[in-house]
């Protein structure tokens, strides 16, 4: 997708989005929605902002309320307080779906965005419907890519977007092919963030939490070619079904970690599918 083709996308959602707020330490947790009918919230993932989903948000938005937050410490929100970990933003987060919700809503996380939807259904019984695991780490499944490279220190904004371009390649995209759509997208949420879950992704905290779940349903999408877990969709999905018998699995040809971006069309067809399932 040509850069200007996403950056127009992200500026007219912007531009389009009814903001509702909650709080969020000394400031605000930002919502944007989208659209009309049944709630569906859309968890970014580390790094990002709700832009992870801007490839999606129109063509989501004409079947359910679309709602994306930023996460504390991540994007437009404020800053997660001490100790600010992963707990700190799920309590946070679930306590702006109390405020904004009555009913159980349904939730697709992406990455990171997953472990937070996962600590909110496992900490506040009642809250979650159905949850939608999109590329979900944490699972204890093995990951052989190369290091993630390190950027902050490069002054030099050329070499450092250099950096965010391999880091791109190697944790986000399955196209080794130039995509400035995704790198300048990319670049600026990861420069933003005040959180980095990189740690927790290689834990099993998702994994440990999945048999205590409250949930209608859990399920899960991830990319053919999904970083995290080195494309072995099979290990997965034997993985997910030993704890939650009920899961399926959608796999997503052709797509990497950042599977609703580059496999955006059949990444959304799969949504809608689990969700009428």
Known sequence: MPAADLQAAVDSLRESARIDYTPCGDGQMVWRRWGQGKPLALF?????????WAA????????????CPDFPS??????????????????ITADG?????????????????????????HHRPGRVGHLILVGAASLGVPRNHPPLQVWRKAADPVQRMALHRTNLHILM???REPDEA??????????????????L????????????????????????????????????????????????LIGIPGAGHWVQYEGAAACEAAILELLAG
């Open 173 to 175: 995209l399955a196209t």
């Open 44 to 52: 970014h993932g580390g790094g990002g902002s709700w832009e992870h």
């Open 201 to 248: 992704a290689f834990s099993t905290r998702l994994l440990d939490l999945l048999d205590s779940l409250d949930v209608r349903r859990l399920d899960a999408i991830y990319g053919e070619f999904d970083a995290t877990c080195d494309g072995n969709l099979a290990l997965v999905e034997s993985v997910l079904r030993e704890r939650r018998p009920e899961a399926r």
């Open 74 to 91: 991540f994007g437009d929100s404020g800053d997660v307080p001490a100790p600010g970990q992963v707990d700190e933003i799920a309590q």
């Open 97 to 121: 779906l109390d405020q904004l919700f009555s009913e159980r809503i349904d939730i697709a996380g992406f990455s990171f965005g997953a472990m937070v939807g996962t600590l909110i259904a």
């Open 56 to 67: 999606n948000i129109e063509s989501l938005s004409q079947h359910r309320e679309i709602w």
């Open 182 to 199: 995704a790198l300048a997208l990319h670049s600026r949420n990861v420069e933003r963030a005040r959180y980095n879950g990189r740690r």
